[in-house]
């Protein structure tokens, strides 16, 4: 997948360190561009192009605490019926997902039997990692914060007995769908019963919204089980394409990100900023 200029992630991260230093202080154009070692110009030039809103109005979408405006003025009740079938109001802008998931038997041997291709590409949000199967994407990694070799190791280890081939030509047309977030993909979902249900609850969340773990427990119904389901939410091995990046606590705490914070925060900042700037 070609890269898209003109966003980097680590630009982005490094805007996020220091947005964080500054504490509850605003950052000027001119403090945020001095940081990013960049001229006022070519960064308000190069997030305005990459998010569709000023570097001022972003930062706003980076601080702490965002989340608990998204969960004040974007909390979404999921309901189980919603989360059959086809996934709709849970698509990314316009990109649109279709799943299947893999069967309890097939999903308890590990993966045997199953050949997995694999490859890179950029991202808006870094290096990704891109793991599919006949059906469709099964695995969606970021390594800008936890590196590209335990990001492999990661995903490998959930289905140990499966062969793994590199062949990025293969997922090339998903993989585009997905990370440019246009057009169609595709998912196969590989996972346990319980798990399924959560991740199928996450796919009716819309972008730019957010909802909590015990809203996820409610809707698969089983509200006692929150602990279970923020694992489950954790073990969700699609990134981005099943969001689990949009899953808070009650709090307002963003919770956890198998791929770092910083990973899910940016994220949530883009979807929330696009949401805004869509008509």
Known sequence: MEHTEPYHYQVMRRAIDAIDAAGDTQLSLADL???MNMSPAHFQRLFSTWVGVSPKRYQQYLTLGHAKTLLRDRFTTLETAHTVGLSGSGRLHDLFVRWEAMS???YARDGADLTIRWGWFESLFGPALVMGTDRGICGLAFAAEAGPEPAMADMKSRWPKAAY??????????????????????????????????WEALLSIPSGHVTTYSEIAQSIGNPKA?????????????????????????SG???GYHWGLPVKRAILAWESARADATP
């Open 33 to 35: 561009a001095a940081d």
């Open 104 to 106: 309890p038997g097939d």
């Open 165 to 198: 081939v590199e062949n990025p030509e293969l997922l090339t047309p998903w993989a585009t769908a997905a990370l440019g977030m246009t057009g169609e993909t595709r998912l196969h979902m590989i996972g346990a019963p319980f798990q399924l249900k959560v």
């Open 226 to 250: 929150v602990r279970a389901v923020g694992t489950a939410v954790g073990r969700n091995p699609v990134s981005l394409l099943i969001p689990c990046h949009r899953a808070l606590r009650k």
């Open 253 to 255: 705490a963003l919770g």
